[in-house]
């Protein structure tokens, strides 16, 4: 199986572009932060305080997560609900940052995203797939962008599906879990040391996937 891994920070162009590098190679994509959203939002639904480690261990033994694929979409399903839409609301995103803080919360999902990788040609992307996830990935890719920069993507995003978020809010926000991604103990936000990094901050879409694709087709 060939398996390539994306990292980077939030709003740097992860999800982007492993969607279009799937779509190119006709190959599976896995959004390993959803499922870290999802486990948030199963928090958030319960009433669980995220910096309690015990409850959230607790609430995470019940629950129900899947990954479907619906025409080479990926669905996430929790509890037998698609929260696919749901997981993307904006408080959902600093929650699933520190739930990911947790070790027994990222084993679990970290199982379940080796055991797809280990079926499937597939892109991963995340903060920690080619550190942790898979180490002997084909390809790394670690993106990065401003912070400036990310937060006026992330309101982009947000205003387009009607929400307003102030940027002075998100910039702090995405400062926020910056540093609480790239400090946490165990497998944190970290650039692979065989990583290829790609600077998105002032690319194009266009211009970050045909460096990206120039770097997938020497595996095919």
Do not use: W
Not at 2 to 22: F, Q, R
Not at 98 to 107: A, D, E, H, N, Y
Request: aromatic share 4%; glycine share 4%; hydrophobic share 40%.
């Amino acid at each position: 199986m060939i398996n390539i891994a994306i990292d980077g920070p939030a709003g740097s162009g992860k999800s982007t572009l492993a969607k279009n590098v799937a779509h190119k190679f006709n190959i599976l994509y896995l959004d390993t932060g959803a499922m870290y959203r999802a486990i948030a939002l199963s928090m958030k639904n319960n009433n669980i305080d995220v910096e309690n480690e015990k409850s959230v261990i607790e609430q995470l033994n019940k629950i129900n997560l899947e990954i479907k694929y619906i025409n080479s979409v990926q669905h996430v399903l929790l509890d037998g609900r698609d929260v696919t839409k749901d997981i993307r609301a904006n408080d959902i995103s600093m929650l699933a940052s520190t739930v990911s803080k947790i070790m027994l919360v990222r084993q679990k999902l970290v199982e379940m995203q080796r055991e797809i990788a280990a079926k499937n040609d597939c892109v991963l992307d995340g903060r920690d797939i080619g550190t942790y996830v898979l180490p002997n990935a084909a390809l790394k890719i670690f993106l990065i962008a401003t912070p400036e920069i990310r937060a006026q993507r992330r309101k982009k995003e947000l205003t387009e599906n009607g929400i307003n978020v102030e940027y002075e809010v998100l910039l702090n926000e995405i400062k926020a879990r910056d540093l609480q991604d790239s400090s946490r103990d165990f497998a944190p936000l970290k650039q692979a040391d065989d990583a290829v990094v790609i600077d998105t901050s002032n690319n194009t879409i266009e211009e970050t996937f045909k460096k990206a694709v120039k770097l997938i087709t020497k595996l095919f």
